[in-house]
């Protein structure tokens, strides 16, 4: 199945900005995580098809998933 995976700010340097990935049924994003090489700690805030998601929710084919790290200012 086909995933479109989003990276947002400090998550996109010396990555990409999105990409189209082949998972396997079944596949979480923890695995998504872990196979795109992505510090797990680095990934605060997770969207699929821009719902929040947690980490042990499964994809589908066509999602589209935004990875966030965390967020501060003032």
């Known amino acids: 199945m ?3 995976v989003k990276l947002f700010a400090s998550l ?3 990555r990409f900005i999105e990409k189209v990935c082949t998972c396997r049924e079944g596949t979480t994003i923890q695995i ?3 196979e795109l090489s992505l510090p797990a700690e680095q990934v605060a805030i997770i969207f699929i098809n821009n719902t929040h998601a947690q980490k042990d929710q499964a994809v589908s084919n066509g999602d589209r998933v ?6 501060g200012g003032g």
């Open 2 to 4: 086909k995933v479109t």
């Open 12 to 14: 996109q340097e010396n």
């Open 32 to 34: 998504l995580i872990d």
């Open 66 to 71: 935004a990875f966030f790290p965390p967020v």
